[in-house]
């Protein structure tokens, strides 16, 4: 099953089963609990091709993870302006993914660099399975009555972490990863999770002489909001096609080194955009 049919299969398995929920935003949901489906990706790149993806936010938001960086100037930089909504007016974020990723807080104050022991791990003990890296950090989550912007002022994350867990798997010279979501926003948030975990997974595979091998999408509150259900209905009346490739440009020095320009999609014909309002 590819990518589309197995996330146009998602969208209408809420539609029909969701249940209404009240949320964080107020907007309110439609949602269910629980899903998961997976992608081989000797089978094409998993950009969804049932509608137009905007892929320069994709490459550069992980290139910001990778660098560790929780302000948005290097992303609005790059013309990014997913994270511009959550921002402080100096553009902070709070201790978000990137902190987490590189320089989780250990119990003597030092900085632990999450994704550097991970391809050390997968390098040297490739079948361990503690090969994780974790954005769950409870110290720092934000307090739900005050606004993004204020936690992150006040040294918070603006935002929990939905994209909570990555475990990757080494086997017959395969790399994999399960992507575990404790929240998903099914209409615009996951289309950019499975292609940035897809890019992660096959930049961890070069960097440690592996295969990509499959991406395991792990969902918890998988939700609708209700302003994108005619949006949802919509993408369901279009056709999947072919998925486009990744091929990179060089192999560069370590995982940290990535450039926009080192990541090349070909075949990416995908049916139009479809435009929905983000969920505040």
Request: glycine residues 6%.
């Amino acid at each position: 099953m590819s990518i589309d049919q197995a996330y146009l299969r998602l969208l209408r398995d809420i539609l029909e089963n969701g249940q209404r929920k009240s949320d964080r935003t107020g907007t309110g949901t439609l949602s269910v609990f629980g899903r998961m489906f997976s992608h081989d990706l000797s089978e094409g790149f998993p950009l969804l091709t049932t509608k137009r993806l905007h892929v320069k936010s994709i490459v550069y938001e992980l290139l910001w993870f990778l660098r560790g960086d929780t302000n948005i100037r290097f992303l609005t930089e790059h013309g990014v302006s997913i994270w511009n909504e959550w921002a402080s007016a100096d553009g902070e974020l709070g201790p978000v993914y990137g902190a987490q990723w590189r320089a989780w807080k250990g119990p003597a104050g030092e900085s632990i660099d999450q994704v550097a022991a991970l391809v050390k791990g997968i390098r040297a003990r490739p079948d361990s399975r503690r090969h994780i890296i974790n954005a769950w950090n409870v110290a720092y989550l934000p307090d739900e009555s005050q606004t993004p912007r204020r936690n992150a002022e006040q040294g918070r994350m603006a935002l929990a972490p939905c994209h909570v867990m990555y475990q990757f798997y080494v086997v017959n010279g395969r790399l994999s990863c399960m992507l575990s979501q404790r929240s998903c926003d099914v209409y615009l948030g996951l289309p950019y999770n499975a292609a940035s975990t897809a890019f992660l997974t096959c930049m961890l595979a070069q960097q440690c002489d592996l295969e990509a091998g499959e991406v395991i999408y792990s969902l918890g509150d998988t939700h609708l909001y209700a302003n994108h259900l005619e949006q949802a209905h919509l993408q369901l009346t279009r056709e999947p096609r072919a998925l486009p490739k990744l091929t990179f440009a060089r192999k560069p020095p370590s995982i940290f080194d990535y450039q926009y320009a080192d990541i090349e999609i070909s075949g990416y014909e995908p049916h139009p955009h479809i435009p929905a309002p983000i969920a505040r």
